[in-house]
């Protein structure tokens, strides 16, 4: 779906938010980051699901391939591109 | 490098708006997730009156902001029926799951495919059933464990798992028949690509459109949501493959 994403600038870099009051702790996300960069906090939301923390790192960091987003169930995540 | 906005990669959601009750890494939350996407990219959320079922997805019309009525369990074609008839601008859809269509519904749908009622459904098959605790469905595998199945489904005892696909596409009448899965992030695609096939097909007046999406339910087999979709992978694309079993 082309409209759906957005291509007009050059993005730097990428940022992954996590809504912690929506996310369930299921951890998909975390299998399917080609990056690693979403891992299980040791923080619960206040439904007492254990949520999940995005950590970029300086090499090899988040590439804003979208599959986490894709996965999750609770739309918890919200990808953000930073450009200049 | 001087960050100047932050612009977000997907548009924000308007049709599903989350925060389900369901299991964490339940199906029906990704497919709702899915179905919203849908709705929002053809522009008609206003359109849409969705049948929910009994089952888990009974409360589907909360996470959805959509029109709708609950139907009783099973008869979701015959209220979409009536909507339809009444009131064809709109777009009508059932949701409906395995032991919602494929057991107490099954005349319900067999007969609504088999008149080409103009709505499509979305049919979730996970296997059990997923509400009430994890009983047998007539989707449940051969040898999968249930609570009514504690040692696993025996054919003698319980027959075959039903195939709705197989089984409608012998009729004449339906004009779209797929099974789609959500395992992976390639299979979400191809399910969200299907739904949209479907809403389109009634928005073109085509005819009776069915899309049976493999699920899980993490919950009553006791799995990881992990394990769960490795399951839906391994396991249950063997006795009901994936694919489009009819395109007119
Ligand atoms: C007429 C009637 N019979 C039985 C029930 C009890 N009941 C509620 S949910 C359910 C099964 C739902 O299973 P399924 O359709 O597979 O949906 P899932 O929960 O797995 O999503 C049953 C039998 C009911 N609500 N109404
Ligand atoms: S997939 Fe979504 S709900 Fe599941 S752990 Fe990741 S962010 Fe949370
Ligand atoms: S967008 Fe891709 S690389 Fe970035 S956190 Fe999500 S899955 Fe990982
Ligand atoms: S019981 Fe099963 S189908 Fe129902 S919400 Fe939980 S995982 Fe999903």
Redesign the pocket.
Do not use: L
């Given at each position: 779906m082309p409209q759906r994403r957005i291509h007009l600038v050059r993005p730097l870099r990428f940022q992954v938010k996590v809504l912690e009051d929506r996310c369930k702790g299921c951890q998909l996300c975390v299998n399917v980051c080609p990056r690693h960069l979403l891992k299980p906090s040791n923080r619960t939301n206040e439904k007492g699901y254990l949520v999940i923390e995005w950590k970029n790192t300086k090499t090899m960091g988040c590439i804003g391939c979208g599959l986490c987003y894709e996965i999750c169930p609770e739309q918890a995540l919200r990808i953000y591109a930073e450009v200049e | 490098m001087r960050v100047s906005a932050l612009i977000p990669k997907y548009p924000e959601p308007e049709t599903y708006v989350g925060r389900t009750?369901?299991?964490p890494?339940?199906?029906?939350?990704t497919l709702h997730k899915i179905l919203g996407e849908v709705i929002d990219e053809l522009g008609i959320r206003k359109k849409v009156i969705l049948v929910e079922p009994v089952?888990?997805?009974v409360l589907a019309l909360r996470y959805l902001k959509v029109d709708g009525i609950q139907g009783p369990h099973g008869r979701a074609p015959a209220i979409a029926t009536a909507v339809k008839r009444l009131k064809p601008e709109k777009i009508v859809l059932t949701y409906q799951?395995d032991g919602d269509l494929a057991a107490i519904g099954t005349n319900e749908i067999l007969h609504a495919a088999n008149r080409g009622e103009l709505f499509s459904v979305i049919f979730?098959n996970?296997a059990?059933y997923?509400?009430t605790g994890?009983q047998m469905a007539p989707t449940t595998l051969i040898g999968q464990k249930s609570t009514t199945t504690p040692t696993g489904r025996m054919i003698e005892y319980a027959g075959y798992p039903l195939r709705i696909c197989e089984l409608l596409n012998t009729l004449d009448a339906p004009v779209y028949l797929e099974r789609v899965s959500l395992y992976d992030v390639e299979q979400i695609a191809r399910a969200r690509a299907a739904l949209k096939k479907a809403i389109t097909n009634q928005i073109e007046k085509k005819g009776f459109s069915l899309v049976e999406v493999l699920?899980?339910?993490?919950?009553?087999?006791k799995m990881t949501p992990e394990e769960?979709w490795r399951f839906v992978k391994e396991e249950m694309t063997k006795i009901f493959p994936l694919g489009i079993f009819r395109d007119r």
């Open positions: - | 009750h369901y299991c890494g339940c199906g029906h939350a089952g888990c997805s799951g979730v996970n059990v997923g509400m994890g699920s899980n339910c993490p919950t009553n087999w769960s």
